[in-house]
């Protein structure tokens, strides 16, 4: 079982920075993939960035956000990090921490067995 709280959201404008945190609990964190989703109003959730436990914590993006956002994680602290640069309004979103068990990463939401509650980001133009 892994318990996931984000934070880190909030208001910002188009070309600012936001790091969005996700704290995992459970001890089994480590061998979890680990992803980021979000969702606009009347939009579906949509992937929006993934981590592997394993294969040297190979990385996935949307197209949307890559070049833009990054993802990291910190197992020593059972830490999750989305770092979101050059932000635009079409960014905004809650976004979502999500765990994967089989650890490879996958950016199908279904694939991931838990959830946080999600973090508000709006980006004004």
């Known amino acids: 079982q892994v318990q996931l709280v984000e934070s880190g959201g909030g208001l910002a404008q188009a070309g600012d920075s936001l790091r969005l945190s996700c704290a995992a609990s459970?001890?089994?964190?480590?061998?979890?993939?680990m992803g980021w989703f979000r969702q606009a109003p009347e939009k579906e959730r949509e992937f929006v960035a993934a981590i592997s436990w394993s294969g040297g914590y190979s990385t996935y993006y949307a197209d949307s956000v890559k070049g833009r956002f990054t993802i990291s994680r910190d197992n020593a602290k059972n830490m999750v990090y989305l770092q979101m640069n050059s932000l635009k309004p079409e960014d905004t979103a809650v976004y979502y921490c999500?765990?994967?068990?089989?650890?490879?990463?996958?950016?199908?939401?279904?694939?991931?067995?838990?959830w946080g509650q999600g973090t508000q980001v709006t980006v004004s133009s």
């Open positions: 999500a765990a994967e068990t089989s650890g490879l990463g996958s950016k199908r939401s279904y694939e991931y067995a838990y």
């Open positions: 459970g001890h089994t964190f480590s061998s979890y993939a």
